[in-house]
């Protein structure tokens, strides 16, 4: 199967979360990652980087080649305030 997006690494920031899949006509079996899930996509949240992986364990028990994504965990996005006081004046 071919994890979707179609990439080796992708980047989220901390807190988000992404969805992994495989289409259906990727896998004629049950899909099996290694978060233990067995559904087509999964959604993820690590607080770390992490690969995942997912084979296709079809109706006979053969085992289709694997596919990997690695989720690389990027530091949270800053958060700026200001009060409307700074804002009118200029001040920054």
Do not use: M
Not at 45 to 51: E, G, L, S, V, Y
């Amino acid at each position: 199967p071919v994890i979707y997006p179609n990439q080796d690494t992708v980047s989220i920031f901390q807190g988000q979360t992404i969805t992994l899949g495989i289409s259906e006509t990727s896998c004629q079996g049950t899909p099996k990652w290694s978060n233990g899930s067995n559904q087509f996509s999964i959604q993820v949240n690590p607080i770390i980087d992490t690969q995942y992986t997912v084979s296709c364990i079809l109706p006979n028990s053969c085992t289709v080649h694997p596919d990997r994504i690695f989720v690389k965990v990027l530091p949270p996005v800053p958060t700026v305030t200001s009060s409307a006081l700074d804002s009118c004046l200029g001040n920054k």
